[in-house]
C-alpha cells in the first residue's frame, strides 16, 4: 500500500514544505529512507521501529521505502519522524488515507513513543499556512509556537499512540487556539542611570537607538564603554508583533528558541567573542547553512567590544550587511540569503596600551604600533560606521557624584516616538539608518541654513558619498528625536559632531 503526509523541514530562516511517501510492499523487510536524507533524518529508522513498538502500534515486517519529496532538496533535523510513522501507518492500513489530507506533521519521535519539541516549528506552520494547509499535528512542546500563525488548526499531541487515536477517530483532541503572547514590558536591561558622566556618548546612544545607526566608542579602559552598550537594549522600543514573528523565526530556525518563550518580544543583543569564526559571524555549517551572529542579531544590536581584535576577515564580512540589510551565504551549491539589518555597535581603546591621549596615564605604546592597531579597522569599514564617540577618563567629581544622568525610561520614550515617526514615513517597520537614495531625497528635505552649513562640512569632512549621505540619515534621525519635519542647521550640526575630522580618521 501507498501513503503520502505533509511535513517541513528548515532552510535557512524560511521552511520548506516536505511531502513524506511511503510505499510498504511484499519482500525482504527493511526500511530504507531515500531523498537527500542527512544523518539525523536516516537514524529515523530505528526510532520509530522502537517508538511503534513501545505505543502498542504495528510495525510491518514488509519492505518499506519512504522518499522525501522534493528529492533534490537535503532534510535536516528530526523534525520528520513523526511524519515518518504516521506515513508508515497509513501505508500500513492503520490509518484511513482521507485523515492525512490537508494537514501538516511535526515533530520528534522517542523510543517510548512520545513526541519532543524541535527547531523550526514556526517557519514550517508559516509555511503551511501560506501553502492553504489548515490542519497542523505537531509535538505537545511545540504547538504554542505553531500557534502563532493565525488560521492554522494546531493540534499538540503528547505521543504517538494519541496521535494514531486522534487520526483514526478513537480519540479528541482540542485545538490550540490562536494566541499572540503579550509583551511583558520593559526589558530587564542595564539602566542608563548607572552611567555617570559621559553626556556626549549618551546622547550618541540616544540617536542610534532611535535611527538604526551604526556606532563606535573610542577610549581607555574602564570609562564605561561596555556599559554604556549593554544599556542600549533597555533604551530600544519593544519589537512589533511583525518584527517579533519575524525574529521568533529566526531563533526558531536556529533552534535558539528559549524554552517555554513561544515569541520573543525584546529586541535581540548580541555580544559575540573577539575570537568568533567567519562563519559563526555570518552564518554557515555543514550542509544548509543556520544563521550566524548578525542574523541573530536582526532588528536588534550586535555589539563589537575590543573591536581591532576581531580578526580582518570576520570584520570585512560585516561591510554587505550593514550597507544591504542582508547576507547570502554559499556552501556546497545552497545559497541561503539571510536577513542582517542591525545595529553595530563596536567600543575599543585608542591604542594597544589603552591610554592614548589619557590624562593620567602615558601611552606606552610607539607609533608604528599604534597605526598598525588602527590598520586593523580598514577605510571601508570605517566608512559604514554613522557615529564615532569618544570616551574620555571621568573626573574625580564625575565618579564621586550620587548618581547618572536620564533614566532608560525617558529615553525610551523620545526613541519610541522617532521609531512611530520612522514607521508611518516608511509604512513598514525601518529606521533611518535604512533609508534608500530615493528616500533620502525626499524625506530628508533641509533647510537653506543647514543645506549652506554641510556644503562648508563636504570640504572640511573631506565626506565621501557615503559618508555625506550617512550625515543626512543622523541629521534626520535627530530632527525626529525633536519631532521636527525640517532638518535644521543645529540638527546638521550635531550630526557633523559625530564625524572624524577627516574621513578615514577617528
Same mark, same amino acid.
Given at each position: 500500500?501507498f501513503?503520502?503526509v505533509l511535513?517541513?523541514?528548515p532552510?535557512g530562516?524560511e521552511?520548506?514544505?516536505?511531502?513524506?511517501?511511503c510505499?510498504?510492499?511484499?519482500?525482504?523487510?527493511g526500511l530504507?529512507?531515500v531523498?537527500?536524507?542527512?544523518?539525523?533524518?536516516?537514524?529515523?529508522?530505528?526510532r520509530?521501529?522502537s517508538?511503534?513498538?513501545?505505543?502498542?502500534?504495528?510495525f510491518?515486517?514488509?519492505?518499506?521505502?519512504?522518499?522525501?519529496a522534493?528529492?533534490d532538496l537535503?532534510?535536516?533535523?528530526?523534525g520528520?519522524?513523526?511524519? /515518518? !510513522?504516521?506515513a $508508515?501507518?497509513g501505508a500500513?492500513? =492503520?490509518?484511513?488515507p &482521507?485523515?492525512?489530507e490537508g494537514c501538516v506533521?511535526l @515533530?520528534?519521535?522517542?523510543?517510548?513513543?512520545g513526541?519532543?519539541?524541535v527547531?523550526?516549528?514556526?517557519?514550517?506552520a508559516l509555511?503551511?499556512?501560506e501553502?492553504g494547509?489548515?490542519?497542523m499535528?505537531?509535538?505537545?512542546?511545540?504547538?504554542?509556537?505553531?500557534a502563532?500563525?493565525?488560521g492554522?488548526e494546531?493540534?499538540?499531541?503528547p505521543?504517538?499512540?494519541?496521535?494514531?487515536?486522534?487520526?483514526?477517530g478513537?480519540?479528541?483532541i482540542?485545538p490550540?487556539p490562536?494566541?499572540?503572547?503579550?509583551?511583558?514590558?520593559?526589558?530587564a536591561w542595564?539602566?542608563?542611570?548607572?552611567v555617570?558622566g559621559?553626556?556626549?556618548?549618551?546622547?550618541?546612544?540616544?540617536?542610534?537607538a532611535?535611527?538604526?545607526?551604526?556606532?563606535?566608542?573610542?577610549?581607555?579602559?574602564?570609562t564605561?564603554?561596555?556599559l554604556l552598550?549593554r544599556? /542600549? !537594549?533597555?533604551? $530600544?522600543?519593544p519589537?512589533?508583533? =511583525?518584527e517579533a514573528? &519575524?525574529?521568533?523565526?529566526?531563533?526558531s530556525?536556529? @533552534?535558539?528558541?528559549?524554552?517555554?518563550?513561544p515569541?520573543?518580544r525584546?529586541?535581540p543583543?548580541?555580544?559575540?567573542?573577539?575570537?568568533i569564526s567567519?562563519?559563526g559571524?555570518?552564518g554557515?555549517g555543514a550542509?544548509?547553512?543556520?544563521p550566524g551572529?548578525i542574523?541573530?542579531?536582526?532588528r536588534g544590536?550586535?555589539f563589537?567590544?575590543?573591536?581591532?581584535?576581531?580578526d580582518?576577515?570576520?570584520l570585512?564580512?560585516?561591510r554587505?550587511?550593514?550597507?544591504?540589510?542582508?547576507?547570502t551565504v554559499?556552501?556546497?551549491?545552497?545559497?541561503v540569503t539571510?536577513?542582517?539589518?542591525?545595529?553595530?555597535?563596536?567600543?575599543?581603546?585608542?591604542?594597544?596600551?589603552?591610554?592614548l591621549?589619557?590624562?593620567?596615564r602615558?601611552?606606552?605604546?610607539?607609533?608604528?604600533?599604534?597605526q598598525?592597531y588602527?590598520?586593523?579597522?580598514?577605510?571601508p569599514?570605517?566608512d559604514r560606521?554613522d557615529?564615532?564617540?569618544r570616551?574620555?577618563?571621568?573626573s574625580r567629581?564625575?565618579?564621586?557624584g550620587?548618581g547618572?544622568g536620564?533614566?532608560?525610561?525617558?529615553?525610551?520614550?523620545?526613541?519610541?516616538?522617532?521609531?512611530?515617526?520612522?514607521?508611518?514615513r516608511y509604512?513598514?517597520?525601518r529606521?533611518?539608518a535604512?533609508?534608500?537614495l530615493?528616500?533620502?531625497r525626499?524625506?530628508?528635505?533641509?533647510?537653506p541654513?543647514a543645506?549652506?552649513?554641510?556644503s562648508?562640512?563636504?570640504?572640511?569632512?573631506?565626506l565621501?558619498?557615503?559618508?555625506?549621505a550617512?550625515?543626512?540619515?543622523v541629521?534626520?534621525?535627530v530632527?525626529?528625536?525633536?519631532g521636527?519635519?525640517?532638518?535644521r542647521?543645529?540638527?546638521?550640526?550635531?550630526a557633523l559632531?559625530?564625524?572624524?575630522?577627516?574621513?578615514?580618521?577617528?
Amino acid at each position: 500500500m501507498f501513503a503520502k503526509v505533509l511535513s517541513g523541514t528548515p532552510f535557512g530562516v524560511e521552511a520548506v514544505l516536505v511531502e513524506v511517501q511511503c510505499d510498504v510492499s511484499p519482500g525482504i523487510p527493511g526500511l530504507s529512507i531515500v531523498g537527500l536524507p542527512d544523518k539525523e533524518v536516516s537514524e529515523a529508522r530505528e526510532r520509530i521501529r522502537s517508538a511503534l513498538k513501545n505505543s502498542g502500534l504495528p510495525f510491518p515486517e514488509l519492505r518499506i521505502t519512504v522518499n522525501l519529496a522534493p528529492a533534490d532538496l537535503r532534510k535536516e533535523g528530526v523534525g520528520l519522524d513523526l511524519a /515518518l !510513522a504516521v506515513a $508508515l501507518l497509513g501505508a500500513a492500513g =492503520e490509518i484511513p488515507p &482521507e485523515r492525512l489530507e490537508g494537514c501538516v506533521f511535526l @515533530g520528534e519521535l522517542s523510543l517510548d513513543g512520545g513526541t519532543r519539541a524541535v527547531r523550526g516549528v514556526l517557519p514550517v506552520a508559516l509555511a503551511a499556512a501560506e501553502a492553504g494547509i489548515g490542519t497542523m499535528l505537531v509535538a505537545a512542546d511545540s504547538a504554542p509556537e505553531a500557534a502563532l500563525v493565525e488560521g492554522l488548526e494546531v493540534y499538540p499531541v503528547p505521543d504517538l499512540r494519541t496521535a494514531h487515536a486522534f487520526l483514526t477517530g478513537a480519540q479528541g483532541i482540542e485545538p490550540l487556539p490562536h494566541r499572540v503572547p503579550r509583551a511583558t514590558g520593559p526589558p530587564a536591561w542595564l539602566d542608563l542611570s548607572l552611567v555617570k558622566g559621559q553626556l556626549h556618548a549618551r546622547r550618541a546612544l540616544e540617536i542610534a537607538a532611535a535611527g538604526g545607526h551604526n556606532l563606535i566608542m573610542v577610549g581607555p579602559p574602564g570609562t564605561g564603554k561596555s556599559l554604556l552598550a549593554r544599556c /542600549l !537594549a533597555g533604551i $530600544l522600543p519593544p519589537l512589533s508583533l =511583525e518584527e517579533a514573528l &519575524e525574529v521568533t523565526k529566526i531563533y526558531s530556525a536556529a @533552534g535558539l528558541l528559549p524554552k517555554g518563550v513561544p515569541l520573543l518580544r525584546d529586541r535581540p543583543f548580541r555580544a559575540p567573542h573577539h575570537t568568533i569564526s567567519y562563519a559563526g559571524m555570518v552564518g554557515g555549517g555543514a550542509g544548509v547553512p543556520t544563521p550566524g551572529e548578525i542574523t541573530l542579531a536582526h532588528r536588534g544590536v550586535l555589539f563589537l567590544d575590543e573591536l581591532p581584535e576581531f580578526d580582518r576577515k570576520v570584520l570585512e564580512a560585516l561591510r554587505q550587511p550593514l550597507e544591504d540589510r542582508e547576507i547570502t551565504v554559499t556552501r556546497a551549491g545552497v545559497a541561503v540569503t539571510f536577513p542582517a539589518s542591525f545595529a553595530l555597535v563596536g567600543a575599543m581603546n585608542p591604542c594597544p596600551c589603552g591610554y592614548l591621549g589619557d590624562p593620567h596615564r602615558s601611552c606606552r605604546c610607539r607609533p608604528h604600533e599604534i597605526q598598525r592597531y588602527w590598520k586593523k579597522l580598514s577605510g571601508p569599514f570605517l566608512d559604514r560606521i554613522d557615529l564615532f564617540v569618544r570616551v574620555p577618563r571621568l573626573s574625580r567629581e564625575e565618579l564621586l557624584g550620587e548618581g547618572g544622568g536620564e533614566p532608560s525610561a525617558a529615553v525610551r520614550e523620545r526613541v519610541t516616538m522617532a521609531h512611530e515617526l520612522q514607521r508611518d514615513r516608511y509604512g513598514t517597520a525601518r529606521t533611518n539608518a535604512a533609508m534608500t537614495l530615493r528616500e533620502l531625497r525626499r524625506w530628508c528635505r533641509l533647510a537653506p541654513e543647514a543645506r549652506s552649513l554641510l556644503s562648508r562640512a563636504i570640504d572640511h569632512y573631506g565626506l565621501s558619498a557615503r559618508g555625506y549621505a550617512r550625515v543626512l540619515k543622523v541629521s534626520r534621525t535627530v530632527a525626529d528625536l525633536e519631532g521636527a519635519d525640517i532638518i535644521r542647521p543645529e540638527h546638521v550640526a550635531e550630526a557633523l559632531q559625530y564625524r572624524p575630522q577627516k574621513e578615514g580618521e577617528t
